[in-house]
């Protein structure tokens, strides 16, 4: 009877033993997950903060876009309107400067004709 209350208190040891080794290992792996949840916890908060920085950049770049966009527009218009605007200046001027070309004073009438122009159809 002793040798079975031996072995039991033996094998009671072990067991003890062996659960002290895997709480301290349970507590270890405990911590260590821990350290690691905290560590994702801030990577995720960095990029989520990052995520709201570029979001925000991307809108602003898409608003500069479409305002180059619209000034770009603009400027084309205003060229095609000065391009015009040129052109019929030359065309007026070569046809006031014909009829006046032998007559005395013709630059008077030619000058006019420019300058009524400009005053009714808006091009000065």
């Known amino acids: 009877m002793e040798n079975l209350m031996g072995s039991q208190n033996s094998l009671n040891r072990k067991l003890k033993e062996e659960c002290c080794k895997l709480g301290a290992k349970l507590e270890e792996l ?13 990577e995720k908060q960095h990029l989520e903060d990052t995520v709201k920085r570029l979001r925000a950049r991307c809108s602003e770049m ?24 040129k052109e019929l200046r030359g065309r007026l001027v070569m046809t006031a400067w014909k009829p006046a070309a032998g007559t005395p004073g013709g630059e008077g009438v030619a000058a006019l004709g420019l300058q009524k122009l400009d005053r009714t159809s808006g091009l000065g």
């Not at 350290?35 to 994702?40: A, F, G, H, K, R």
């Not at 619209?70 to 400027?75: A, F, I, P, S, V």
């Open 62 to 85: 898409e608003e500069q876009c479409v305002q180059h966009g619209r000034m770009h527009q603009r400027m084309k218009d205003r060229r095609e309107r000065q391009s015009g605007r």
């Open 30 to 42: 405990s911590h260590h997950s821990r350290s690691e949840l905290e560590q994702l916890t801030l």
